[in-house]
């Protein structure tokens, strides 16, 4: 009776795990190409309202999807080293036009916060941005010793 009851509490208990996993959703990643061909990939961080589709408005904490340049740099206190994106393009200037609103700016490729109060990981898998594209900040030196000034990027969901 006791070996029943012990294999009635262990299935039990293998049921009870069952019910708890959890589906791991894809990360979103930055793929440098070379010729063609894959050179490295990041796990990167979005915007806040990436869910909810490419960025429509200045404030709406999206990130912009299409063809952008890489078109100037800086360090930043706050984020490491920070690549501007050539946001808005035309085809994003004159949806924004048409629809009489502004489409923001200033969106960037930048490392994240790494302080005692704000460590880099709690930020590396969530997407928390305003509409930047954020990387861990050993993986944004790589890039920013890697890409130059100029390059043409995609940025597709």
């Given amino acids: 009776m006791r070996w029943l009851l012990a294999l009635f509490c262990l299935s039990f208990v293998t049921v009870s795990q069952a019910s708890f996993v959890t589906t791991v959703t894809p990360s979103h990643q ?3 190409i070379t010729d063609g061909k894959p050179l490295k990939t990041y796990r990167i961080s979005l915007g806040k309202g990436a869910k909810k589709g490419p960025k429509l408005i200045e404030g709406d904490k999206r990130t912009p999807e299409g063809f952008y340049w890489i078109d100037w740099r800086k360090t930043s206190d706050k984020f490491n080293l920070s690549m501007h994106i ?6 994003d200037s004159a949806r924004a036009r048409r629809e009489g609103v502004e ?9 994240t916060p790494d302080s005692e109060d704000n460590p880099e990981q709690l930020f590396h898998t969530l997407d928390w941005t305003d509409g930047c594209i954020a990387m861990r900040n050993v993986d944004m030196r790589e890039v920013w ?5 100029g390059t043409m990027i995609e940025i597709r969901p």
């Fill in 30 to 32: 930055l793929q440098l």
């Fill in 86 to 91: 050539s946001y808005p393009n035309i085809s």
């Fill in 103 to 111: 489409p923001g700016g200033m969106i960037m490729i930048h490392g």
């Fill in 145 to 149: 010793n890697l890409v130059p000034d």
